[in-house]
Nanobody, 125 residues
Framework: QVQLVESGGGLVQAGGSLRLSCAAS????????VGWFRQAPGKEREFVSA????????NYADDVRGRFTISRDNTENTVYLQMINLKPEDTAVYYC??????????????????WGQGTQVTVSS
């Protein structure tokens, strides 16, 4: 079973940048797609970005496309979310997650069965 640990969150001013990391451990961790999701206070969890196990397929939510970049290093079993030009509305707890089956790829959060503990991103105006 894969375990996930996020890091890299923090407080940043609008227009600033952060890079989130999702470190995966466990058997065959590199064979799983990884999704990033976020949840702001009082709001439902929403999709941010996802990368297939091979790294060749990526997707972004419309409001982060062009500002966020997802990538993975399978030699390090780590997925990154580079975030630039951050906006106050990006403030949320960011979670990475993997689906139940390796080599699968989804955008819907209910397809992801293993989640990290989350990392807080706060963007001040």
């Amino acid at each position: 079973q894969v375990q996930l640990v996020e890091s890299g969150g923090g407080l940043v001013q609008a227009g600033g940048s952060l890079r989130l990391s999702c470190a995966a451990s466990g058997r065959d961790a590199s064979t799983y797609a990884v999704g990033w999701f976020r949840q702001a206070p009082g709001k439902e969890r929403e999709f941010v970005s996802a990368v297939a196990w091979s790294g060749t397929t990526v997707n972004y939510a419309d409001d982060v496309r062009g500002r966020f970049t997802i990538s993975r290093d399978n030699t390090e079993n780590t997925v990154y979310l580079q975030m630039i030009n951050l906006k106050p509305e990006d403030t949320a707890v960011y979670y990475c997650a993997v689906p139940e089956r390796p080599f699968s790829y989804y955008l819907e959060s209910h397809r992801y069965t293993t989640w990290g503990q989350g990392t807080q991103v706060t963007v001040s105006s």
